[in-house]
């Protein structure tokens, strides 16, 4: 079973955005000398179980100060030989260590590369690590999507099928058993991509869907709900479109669903503010969800945000400072005290929507059209290996009759990398 | 006889002399009986060799040294590269054989290897079903065996038919082995019904073959076996005709006389190799169908139609031929007929192709449920191969989906079975750029060799062309074009053997074939890899055992059709409940994190 490279692979295993620490995974034969490099330490020194408090260097400067803890082969969670840094969660630095690390001859690790390396050296069961992958799976599931996706994706799948059959038919059979229409192919494809479009639109759109906006006057306190969902949710997830967080919007997950906060200037700011806040109002387009939010809900939102927005959850912001107003169109909220943050959580986690879908239904429309490109190119089995991988793709979105043989692997390569 | 054969090889046919020959170069001493040694060889139906994934099934029979390769290219008459144009991971190469030469070609290598061969009719297994001490004969007797291979193609309790007219026989002209098929059923053995069908043989002579579209052999210097060129002979052409309205409406009018129609068969026949009644009842839009007229051997008597299959009455038949442009005074040598015969179902046979009931019977060709001279000879080489290994005591050799087509079809059949006579199709092979005809040496040489059913002069062949890939290959390591490795250089798109030939002078001296091949390798290998990877994962799935689990009722995990059949069927691990139908991958999901609990308590 042991076909994994011998490479030095490295990630990190904490959540992107700033934190008081984050960890480093290193793992691989070679994985402590290179660590001793790169701290200075004397050779050996992190041979065996040790953990050793050191500074990593670059051209002569420090970078950061941290604790690297060392396993040796056979006790560690990959079984090889494996390191952690334990360094501040600073991005900034977290990226120079991770460069320094790839410099020295390790290389990033790909999504569940760990895992499948314990796997591969016997310290995870195919059981565990199914298990593993399986409650991943069923964590995703959770993001539900409408009807009308579904039914476009149902569309788009039964479009591949009739590509793929028709394509290994020539295969089989030659062209002969289409009856001389020497254009089908063509006519299947140009089908085929029109639905690929409109799945990706829905996709899209339910992306949108999935955003929510921290809307409200100015000193309503915002701000502080954002960082706090967005600091204790549970992780900014890497390896999606818009993850990294540019200080007004960040991917939160609540439940195991992913969903996109945005922080929004108040709607009652002067100049430049108020040009930002009409902007993101004008912007809505009925799908999104709001988060209303003022202090003791004394300001309704405005009826253009009514108008505009999906659905509007209204908040009495500061509960712990203002009279409680005890009706079932607010929810009392404090940043401070926490009320009513478990309620608003539950609330955000039923909305409908998947952060993932867009990537996919990406990969979908690109497989197709390198399938069509490889018939064009005279080269059948490569554009029918291509429709199978749509397939595939879009067997696991609707969440059927993929061979769990697959899905394993599958379940793999979309977990948080380092994990 | 002076001591017990290691091996008895019951049938004559594309399997049996596969079989017998394997079991032959692994040292053994073999015995093969057929009830009329001057048919052993022939072919039953068409007069060709290969096609699509069948063709590189014989490639892969070559690299495992079997006879059918060579046999093939020795009596070629006509050659065709299928799907030239669709890209070289579908490329499908078959030849047209003079079947007569064909017969005598194969009947040779039995001769010249030591094969006993005994002519009489197998009636039955002897001794217990757990293990057999041989098999019983009508007229010798019982011939004693410490292993049997069971090939009796569709001889099986065969019933030929055509229109109202029914008898007994294996085929045209053979008898049918009834007494064998009742003592397999009276030890328990799982049997059901196939049929098939054969198409009528015309009298070239009778033929206006300059009304009829020619279809050329290619000029080319492919041999089906690896290394040795094609014997230089004169060819033959092949012509193509078409059905049209007529024979549509002739076939229509009988179609009540069809024994299929009229109920008198049961079996299931072939979907992808239909009779030409079934095309008519299947698909009554279309009248146009294209028939291939082949001859049979070199400036043979007889012409074949094929794709003109059938079993309806002598006087359709001629009226059908007839309405065929080309054909309008066309006389029949042999009627097409449909035969019925039993085949093993797949429960019986395990992945060594050894029946499950016994230790040391083993079964190839039809009898388990495919279609096809290549896939009977693909399964003949490993029955005989462990045939063999049992009578020495050693490891079976197993075939895998991701090395060969003939992993890929045991698989198939002894896991999922089939619901009408197994045919290769390329893309039954998940692997299929990997599996190509151009590296069947390459990828089984090793194999072959460990499992000790290589020839010395294969071997020799075998191992030269590998250190020649080896060789190339590190020609395309060292050496660069446009700033990087020539290996990685060669996948851009459009980029040809010349091309990279170019890049390299130390590339001219190098075997072009298997150059190509190499190429080939480099081009497909990111999916060939991760279809490894996927095998791989699949494979783990294997190991999971759920035999400790003790109720399926209980498992909140999974939902409740999926607990009463899991209950029902009691898998022994996961891949296996994976092929369970009914079984959702949820619900595998579901069993895994049931069991991941169980561990973790």
Redesign the interface.
């Known amino acids: 079973?042991n076909?994994m490279s011998p490479e030095i692979i490295c990630a990190v295993a904490t959540p992107e955005g700033t934190s008081a620490l984050s960890v480093i995974r290193i793992s691989g034969s070679g994985s402590f000398e290179l660590l001793e490099n790169i701290m200075s330490l004397e050779k050996n020194r992190l041979r065996g179980m040790r953990r050793k408090v050191g500074r990593i260097f670059e051209e002569g400067r420090t970078v950061d100060e941290v604790v690297a803890v060392s396993w040796p082969r056979g006790s560690s969670f990959t079984g090889e030989e494996m390191v952690e840094i334990i360094c501040h969660g600073i991005p900034r630095s977290i990226r120079t260590i991770m460069e320094i690390l790839i410099k020295n001859g390790a290389r990033k690790a790909e999504p569940g590369e760990f895992a499948r390396r314990a796997?591969g050296n016997g310290k995870l069961?195919?059981?565990?690590i199914?298990?593993?992958a399986?409650?991943w799976?069923?964590e995703r599931e959770q993001t539900t999507f409408n009807g009308e996706t579904e039914i476009s994706c149902m569309e788009l799948l039964s479009g591949i099928e009739r590509a793929r059959e028709t394509v290994?038919g020539?295969?089989?059979f030659?062209e002969?058993h289409l009856?001389g229409d020497d254009n089908v192919i063509g006519r299947i494809f140009d089908e085929l991509t029109g639905r690929a479009g409109v799945f990706k639109r829905e996709a899209a759109s339910i992306e949108k869907r999935g955003r929510v906006m921290l809307m409200g006057p100015m000193n309503s306190g915002k701000s502080t709900l954002f960082n706090l969902l967005s600091g204790k949710g549970r992780a900014l997830v890497s390896g999606e479109p818009g993850t990294t967080r540019d200080g007004s919007s960040c991917i939160i997950e609540i439940s195991g669903r992913k969903m996109q906060l945005c922080d929004t200037a108040g709607t009652d700011g002067l100049g430049l503010d108020r040009t930002a806040s009409e902007a993101v109002i004008d912007g809505l387009d009925g799908t999104e969800r709001v988060i209303w939010m003022s202090v003791g809900a004394k300001t309704p939102p405005p009826g253009k945000v009514r108008k505009r927005a999906g659905e509007i959850i209204e908040i009495a912001a500061k509960s712990d400072l203002t009279v409680k107003r005890e009706t079932a169109d607010f929810l009392n909220v404090s940043a401070i005290s926490g009320e009513g943050l478990e309620e608003l959580k539950t609330i955000l986690s039923r909305i409908p929507g998947s952060m993932s879908l867009s990537g996919a239904a990406d990969r979908i429309a690109g497989s197709i059209e390198e399938s069509f490109n490889?018939i064009s190119?005279?080269?059948?089995?490569?554009a029918?290996?291509l429709l199978s991988e749509a397939e595939i793709e879009a067997r696991r979105i609707l969440?059927?009759?993929?061979?769990?043989?697959?899905?394993?692997?599958r379940a793999l390569s979309g977990m948080c990398v380092g994990k | 006889m002076i001591d017990t054969p290691d091996v008895i090889v019951v049938g004559g046919g594309h399997a049996g002399i596969e079989a017998a020959l394997a079991a032959r170069r692994a040292d053994c001493r073999v015995v093969l009986i057929s009830a009329k040694a001057s048919r052993i060889g022939e072919m039953s139906c068409n007069p060709a060799i290969g096609g699509i994934a069948k063709g590189t099934i014989v490639r892969e029979i070559d690299a495992l040294d079997g006879s059918m390769a060579r046999s093939a290219d020795a009596t070629s008459l006509h050659f065709r590269m299928l799907n030239r144009r669709k890209g070289p991971a579908v490329w499908g190469p078959r030849v047209q054989s003079d079947a007569a030469e064909y017969a005598r070609a194969q009947q040779l290598y039995i001769e010249n290897n030591g094969i006993e061969i005994i002519e009489d009719v197998v009636t039955g297994l002897s001794g217990d079903t757990e293990r057999v001490s041989g098999v019983k004969c009508r007229g010798c007797g019982i011939v004693k065996g410490k292993t049997v291979v069971l090939a009796a193609g569709t001889f099986l309790r065969g019933r030929l038919f055509r229109g109202d007219e029914h008898w007994k026989g294996g085929r045209i002209g053979d008898i049918s082995a009834d007494a064998l098929e009742r003592d397999l059923a009276e030890r328990m053995f799982h049997v059901e019904r196939f049929k098939t069908g054969t198409p009528a043989r015309i009298v070239r002579s009778t033929v206006n073959t300059s009304e009829l579209e020619v279809q050329r052999s290619e000029d080319t210097d492919f041999t089906f076996s690896f290394g040795k060129g094609m014997p230089d002979r004169e060819g033959e052409v092949c012509y193509i005709t078409y059905t049209d309205v007529n024979t549509m409406n002739i076939a229509k009018d009988y179609l009540h006389l069809s024994p299929l129609m009229a109920g008198r068969i049961e079996g299931t026949g072939p979907r992808y190799c239909p009779s030409y009644e079934d095309k008519v009842v299947k698909f009554p839009d279309r009248q146009r169908h294209r028939i291939y007229v082949e001859p049979m051997g070199y400036k043979s008597r007889d012409f074949y139609l094929n794709g003109l299959s059938t079993s309806l009455p002598r006087e359709a038949q001629i009226k059908m031929v007839r309405s065929l442009r080309g054909f309008k005074s066309a006389e029949i040598s042999d009627y097409g007929y449909a035969v019925e015969y039993s085949y093993f179902h797949f429960s019986e046979i395990d992945d060594t192709l050894r029946l499950r009931k016994t230790d040391n019977v083993f079964a190839a060709g039809q009898i388990c449920g495919t279609s096809g001279y290549e896939e009977a000879a693909g399964l003949g080489l490993v029955a005989g191969a462990n045939a063999a290994r049992t009578a020495k005591k050693s490891e079976p050799l197993k075939l895998s989906r991701m090395n060969s087509y003939i992993g890929v079809m045991i698989d198939d059949i002894v896991s999922k079975g089939a619901d009408e006579p197994y045919r290769m199709f390329s893309s039954r092979a998940e692997n299929r750029l990997h599996l190509r005809q151009d590296n069947a040496d390459r990828r089984l040489y090793l194999l072959g060799n460990r499992f000790g059913i290589l020839s010395e002069d294969k071997k020799e062949l075998l191992s030269a062309n590998l250190k020649e890939a080896e060789l190339i290959c590190s020609i395309l390591e060292s050496e660069t074009a446009d700033g990087m490795r020539l290996s990685k250089w060669c996948r851009r798109p459009g980029v040809t053997v010349e091309a990279v030939g170019a890049r390299a002078e130390s590339l001219a001296e190098r075997d072009q074939k298997v150059l190509l091949s190499v190429l080939l390798d480099e081009k497909y290998r990111g999916y060939i890899e991760r279809n490894l990877r996927r095998h791989e994962s699949r494979r783990n799935l294997d190991r999971i055992d759920l035999r400790e689990i003790s109720s399926y009722m209980e498992i909140d995990e999974i939902c409740w059709e999926a607990r009463e059949v899991l209950e029902r069927e009691r898998p022994e691990t996961l891949a296996r409940a994976e092929r369970i139908p009914g079984i959702r991958p949820t619900d595998l999901h579901g069993l895994l994190i049931y069991l991941g609990r169980q561990r973790s308590t």
């Open positions: 079973m076909t796997f069961s195919a059981v565990q199914i298990a593993l399986a409650l799976d069923t290994e020539i295969i089989e030659g002969a009856d490889f190119s005279g080269e059948y089995g490569l029918a290996e969440g059927r009759g993929e061979n769990i043989q697959l899905s394993v692997e």
